[in-house]
Structures are given as structure tokens and as C-alpha cells.
């Protein structure tokens, strides 16, 4: 049965928004646990712009489910994930001005320097997995590269509009899963999907574990509004601090 790792950089990206203490993640990273999922994903930017150093210190330190660390393959992150030895680190492309990764990592044309980084973080021990489109000759490259894992990069199937376009892009992720089997890579997936897509997924075959945030904490957002208003209506009356 596949997995679910919560995304929670999200919750980052509202307390930064205002500059606040608050909503904190390592928070959210222990409800993620005790609500039952498999485990926890942050993505540490180069800019620090939603997790931070620190983040990655307290929510590591305070969970006990697996801790997946999204990041870029720079020699700085490398660092910090040979420090910080986190689950499985899953490599993504990072562009500055995006608003969120926008595309797989160009593992054929970036080989050379992708090898390198591999080379480094598979001699410290770690695991990683490689963001990537869902193409079976990808998966072939990533296999090539002696990686466990890899994340098909689910977002051209999350943003389908039509049924034409949702059955082309189910099909990509399908004929990608089967290359993954073959090859015997753990097969996780990834990006913009929600309530709405997510089941179709689950039911293939060869499915690790889902890596979803933004639909999680957005749902979280309007089914914890309720209660959220209630406490802050019954300040407003003076009856508690
Ligand atoms: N997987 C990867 C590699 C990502 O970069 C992201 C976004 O941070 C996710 C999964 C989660 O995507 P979403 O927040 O759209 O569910």
C-alpha cells in the first residue's frame, strides 16, 4: 500500500509571510506524526526563504518517522545533508525566482556534475531519490546513476484540465511506474496532487510513497477555520486570555 509523507514547508511559508513566530513547523511536523502519516518532507532552499536552517534541526530532532529533506545539489546542501543525515534525501532543480519546483531535474543533460553529488552523498551512507519527469528512459538514467529511489514529478498530471490531457499524463506516470519496476527502483511520487487526483495514483502499482503538502495544509486551512474562529470569537468577549 503506498505511503504518505507530508510536505509541510507550506506552514513555513505562512509564518514567513508575516515575519512571525508562528505557525511553527516543527508543530505541524508532530501532528503530521500523530495524525498517522509515514513521514515528513521539507525542502531547504538555498535562500532559506520558507525553511531554515533551524527547521530542519527541530523538526528532524522531534519526530520519529522518516524525514525526507528536498533540496538542490549544491555543495552547501550536500554539507548539510551529510551533517544532518536525514531518511532519504529526494534532489530536486531549484530555480531562485520560482514559486515552487517547477520542473524534474535534467538528469541527462546535468549527468556529469548529478554523478558527482551522487558519488558524495551514497559514500556518506545516504539515500537519495531523484525528482524527475515521468518518462521511462529517465528512470533508465536514474538507474544508471545508482539511485534507490526515484519521485515522478506528478505536476503536468495535476494541473490536467480536460479528460484528454488527465488520461495522457496518467498514461506517462503508468509507463513510467512499470520502467520502475523492472529496474527495481522505489518508485515516489510527487507535486500538486490533492483530494481530487490522488486516488487514481494509489491504485496503480509500484507506488513507494506520496510526497503532497500544498493540498494538505490548504484543506487544513478551511477545515480548522471553524475552531479556530470560535477560540479567537470567545477572546474577543473578554471571557478568557
Ligand atoms: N515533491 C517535490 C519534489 C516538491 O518539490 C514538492 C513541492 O515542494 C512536493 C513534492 C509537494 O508538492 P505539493 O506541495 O504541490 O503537494
Known sequence: ????????????????????????????????????????????????????????????DSISIPFTLEMALTE?????????????????????????????????????????????????????????????????AAADLGVSHVELHTGLYSLAETPEDFQRELHRIMRALEKTIELGLKANVGHGLHYGNTTTLARLEGIDTFHTGHSIVARAVLVGLDRAVRDMVILCRGNLE
Open 1 to 60: 500500500m503506498p505511503k504518505l509523507s507530508v510536505n509541510i514547508d507550506h506552514v513555513a511559508t505562512i509564518r514567513e509571510a508575516r515575519g512571525t513566530h508562528y505557525p511553527e513547523p516543527v508543530a505541524a511536523a508532530q501532528i503530521v506524526e500523530l495524525a498517522g502519516a509515514y513521514g515528513v518532507t521539507i525542502h531547504r532552499r538555498e535562500d532559506q526563504r520558507h525553511i531554515k536552517d533551524r527547521d530542519v534541526a527541530l523538526i528532524q
Open 76 to 140: 552547501e546542501m550536500i554539507d548539510i545533508a551529510i551533517e544532518r543525515r536525514p531518511n532519504l534525501i529526494t534532489a530536486v532543480p531549484e530555480k531562485r525566482e520560482e514559486l515552487t519546483t517547477e520542473g524534474g531535474l535534467d538528469i541527462v543533460g546535468n549527468r556529469k556534475q548529478v554523478e558527482a553529488s551522487l558519488n558524495k552523498l551514497h559514500d556518506a551512507g545516504l539515500s537519495v531519490s531523484l525528482f524527475i519527469e515521468p518518462e521511462p528512459e529517465l528512470m533508465q
